[in-house]
């Protein structure tokens, strides 16, 4: 196995003190507060959940236990008041999950200010929807679904769930299949095939993909009522169940579905994203309305919605505000074709207001008492992004509210602050002096317990001439003139990020195995223009066959014998690795598997020359 030099890089003073810290092992990492309610590499949620009246944020923190092989979830609340002085959180409720999905996740406030709702699961239990009174802390569970819940939204006062659940797969030929074997479909994942789910020829995502939505209403938990998702039969070929959002009065619900053939006069968009994804074939979603009363749904309107596009409800339910939309060709707005905008659109007409021409915008809040809407800049939602704009309506129309002027309450914002060698901590920012203060410490002496390796960033360009971007982890204990084995991770790499086991929970473990010797290079994703598009493999197989350069003016880096200065990637270490599926791969959550996988890279690295 190819092998590199590293040069020691202890700083002065420090040997003594780094002796007494053992390396980040796996269970270390499991261990570790986290901050948000998503898994790790699917970005941040929950963090920073504001109540309507300002008073209140809602926080979602967790941290996995080892012994009992669960996540332990906990939703706490701040007083708003008291970010910038002592804040002191007061924990509403904590779940222990056993499965790879969250245990509290969702999470919003009700029009009362002082109920929370949210998707919760308890290990050996389905996910339901509960809401929690934040002032007596009493829970109560308002869904009682046979299969897991994927989706729900609520009404503005809570008088109206609705839901999507996983499809109950068909079991009843599995003991004919285990007996007699079967022929893999297509789109059948091998994966699947090893967990047990034989989806007859589909994916299991699409063979559990929920078929309805149940409505659930206050006082009326056993008279469900169920209405069918928009299928072929309507004219479409999928529903984006992450995009449902009921209307505040609790009689619509809002849906992205994929049309099976999208309208011909889409060709006339230019948008950079649509034109170049729509030319290779794929075919955006429109917006869907469903009215709860069992009426037939209806398209908002004629126009493809991006993955990017945030929609807000007006508090009267007849309209919502769309953040960076496409909207429906006006041959008297020729700009339509070629811009997104941010627009009000009556759910019952389609009739668009445009409020202002301008995109990359992330819809934050509608408020109701002040008729303004929040956003924040950027197409997507930043932890770290301080910001903000409003718009208000008024008689005349929308107008922008001038720089620094606000309506209503205002809570400082909440942002996660990390970078590649520093864990998240909750901060607090003052809008007007720009100043911090830490709201929530999740690892306190953290840093000071541990010896990490340093991770640094390393850029190289592929021979087509493509810029790539990586993260380098040198070993902990790195001793001149010693070969440390190298292991090249081809994905996770976030540069923003404090990552010590990579985008995928299971899979990378980069400073544990740095602990144990490895040098590790952890690669970005494929740039925007090429994930999920037919030139992604392509991109990926360049950077697979080029030179990993690591800097000559780096004191950690040594040429080999041969004056190599760069490193090829063509020494996987799952390719070698006695376990095929260790390391480079994805995974659960199952602390027992992430050490079974370091021991295999142990293994590995005690029969290096």
């Not at 979602?60 to 009992?68: A, L, M, S």
């Not at 990017?308 to 060709?329: C, H, Y």
Request: aromatic share 6%; with cysteine; net charge neutral.
């Amino acid at each position: 196995m190819r092998a590199i030099r590293l040069l020691a890089a202890t700083p002065l003073g420090m040997a003594a003190v780094a002796v007494a810290q053992p390396p980040l092992t796996v269970s270390d990492i499991v261990g570790m507060t986290t901050i948000g309610s998503r898994v790790q590499g699917y970005g941040d949620e929950d963090y920073d959940v504001v109540s309507p009246d300002g008073a209140h944020v809602a926080v979602v923190v967790k941290r996995g236990d080892v012994e009992r092989n669960t996540i332990d979830y906990a939703l706490m609340v701040f007083k708003s008041t008291d970010l910038m002085r002592h804040p002191a959180p007061d924990t509403v409720v904590a779940l222990a999950c056993g499965s790879n999905r969250p245990g509290i996740v969702h999470v919003r406030w009700l029009s009362d200010n002082a109920t929370l709702v949210f998707l919760g699961e308890r290990s050996g239990e389905l996910p339901q929807v509960y809401t929690v009174d934040t002032r007596s802390h009493a829970l109560a569970q308002r869904t009682h679904a046979t299969t897991p819940i994927t989706n729900f939204d609520i009404s503005a006062s809570g008088n109206v769930v609705v839901y999507a659940a996983e499809h109950t797969s068909d079991t009843s030929r599995y003991a004919s299949m285990r007996a007699r074997g079967f022929v893999l479909g297509r789109r059948e994942l091998v994966s699947d095939v090893i967990a047990g789910k034989w989806g007859g020829g589909l994916p299991s995502w699409d063979a559990v993909a929920p078929r309805l939505l149940h409505v659930v209403r206050a006082g009326h938990d056993a008279d469900e009522a169920t209405i069918q998702i928009p299928d072929s039969a309507a004219g479409y070929t999928r529903c984006e169940l992450r995009s449902l959002s009921v209307a505040p009065t609790g009689d619509a619900a809002l849906v992205r579905c994929t049309p099976r053939v999208p309208p011909p006069e889409w060709v006339s968009y230019k948008q950079k994203e649509y034109h170049e994804y729509a030319s290779m074939g794929f075919t955006f979603p429109v917006d869907v309305v469903i009215p709860l009363s069992g009426d037939a749904p209806h398209r908002l309107f004629n126009a493809p919605a991006q993955l990017e596009q945030e929609a807000l409800w007006a508090p009267d339910g007849r309209s919502v505000v769309l953040a960076n939309a496409i909207l429906p060709l006006d041959r008297r707005d020729s700009a339509r074709a070629v811009r997104q905008m941010l627009a009000e659109v009556e759910v019952g007409t389609g009739a668009v207001t445009i409020v202002a021409r301008r995109d990359s915008l992330t819809a934050l809040a509608w408020d109701p008492s002040t008729a303004t809407v929040e956003l924040m800049p950027g197409a997507y939602l930043k932890p770290t992004e301080t910001s903000r704009l409003y718009y208000r309506k008024g008689a005349q129309g929308w107008a922008e509210l001038p720089a620094g002027k606000r309506l209503g309450a205002h809570v400082p914002p909440l942002v996660i602050e990390q970078t590649m060698n520093l864990p998240p901590r909750l901060v607090v920012v003052d809008a007007a002096t720009q100043s911090r203060r830490v709201v929530y410490e999740p690892n306190p002496g953290f840093l000071q317990a541990h010896r990490l390796a340093h991770e640094e960033v390393i850029h190289f360009k592929t021979k087509a001439g493509a810029a790539w971007v990586s993260g380098l982890y040198r070993p902990v204990d790195a001793t001149a003139g010693v070969r440390h084995p190298l292991l090249i991770q081809t994905h996770g790499f976030d540069s923003t990020a404090f990552w010590p086991d990579g985008i995928y929970a299971t899979g990378e473990a980069a400073q544990p195995l740095a602990g144990a010797g490895f040098v590790v290079l952890q690669m970005a994703e494929p740039p925007g223009d090429q994930w999920v598009t037919p030139r992604e493999g392509a991109a990926h197989a360049g950077r697979h066959r080029s030179r990993h350069p690591i800097p000559r003016q780096s004191r950690y880096y040594r040429p080999d014998e041969s004056g190599d200065s760069g490193l090829q990637p063509h020494l996987l270490l799952h390719a070698v690795l006695p376990d095929p599926l260790a390391l480079s791969g994805s995974g659960g959550h199952d602390h027992r598997w992430r050490r079974r996988q370091l021991r295999a890279a142990s293994h590995l690295h005690a029969r290096q020359p």
